[in-house]
């Protein structure tokens, strides 16, 4: 599969799709294929935990790829951005990791049924966490003092669904080209401690609205978290070089 720009659906079709409060992450696709490269990828949750007892890393980063694609693809991506990404971190003694969540692949132009935009259940967001992150997070916590979750598009607005449903099993979060809705459960049900948040964005990206991430933003700030807000004056919705370096030093930063 070769790296790929999102179909213009046109904003409002794609941002209920991204920013649904329904982000469906199916739980039985761990271990996944493995794609470990020189032990810093990890593809599976006992992976990692080998890792950390026979290697430095001392955090992990969690990697929650976009509605668009596979895990696999993902972490494509990531390299095809950035080839330096993962040495950074590496550097700084943080894992990655690849978790499968939801499936987009054969047919690309077909929703799975929990993105639906007719029918959204109210659980999914909730089964999600129970599913697969809750025990996925409990089992890196035996083997890692760090926990850092990234989320591209539909993986970043799961990513910030952490801020009420699992403050004390992460320690950071990165959500790229992705944005709270106004109704969103989060601002009501936002749980302590308050994770570090870093939001990333494009100005020129065509499915999320610029002014939104800083609505966002401004929101996130008015609630007492420590959130910190990157903009890029380049750069569309696809994962850039630029930003990537970004959150790799920050992350480095709070692994130090």
């Known amino acids: 599969m070769t790296v790929a720009t999102l179909q213009p659906l046109g904003f409002h079709v794609f941002a209920l799709a991204v920013l649904s409060q329904s982000v469906l992450l199916k739980a039985a696709t761990l271990p996944l294929k ?14 990692a935990a080998e890792h950390r007892r026979t290697g430095t890393a001392t955090a992990v980063l969690v990697m929650l790829h976009p509605m668009d ?27 990655i990791l690849y978790p499968e969540g939801h499936n987009w692949s054969d047919p690309p132009t077909r929703l799975p049924v929990h993105y639906s935009l007719e029918h959204e259940p109210t659980s999914s967001i909730e089964a999600s966490f129970t599913n697969l992150l809750k025990p996925l997070l409990t089992e890196l916590r035996r083997s890692y003092q760090k926990i850092f979750v990234v989320g591209h598009s539909m993986g970043g607005n799961m990513a910030l669904q952490l801020l009420r449903l699992a403050p ?3 320690d950071a979060i990165v959500s790229i080209h992705s944005f709270l809705l106004e109704d969103s459960k989060v601002w009501e049900e936002l749980q302590k401690p308050l994770l570090p948040v870093l939001l990333v964005r494009a100005q020129n990206d065509g499915y999320i609205p610029y002014e939104e991430v800083q609505t966002c933003y401004e929101r996130m700030k008015s609630k007492g978290i420590d959130v910190s807000l990157k903009s890029f004056s380049t750069g569309d919705h696809p994962l850039q070089g630029p930003e990537l370096k970004h959150i790799a030093e920050w992350l480095a930063h709070l692994a130090s």
């Not at 794609?35 to 006992?46: A, E, F, T």
């Not at 990531?78 to 550097?91: E, Q, R, T």
């Open 34 to 47: 493995s794609q470990q490269r020189g032990g810093l990828r990890l593809n599976s949750s006992s992976e």
């Open 168 to 170: 004390n099993e992460v």
């Open 69 to 95: 694609c596979s895990s696999a693809e993902f972490q494509r991506r990531v390299d095809k951005a950035d080839g330096n990404f993962a040495s950074v971190l590496s550097d700084a003694g943080i894992d």
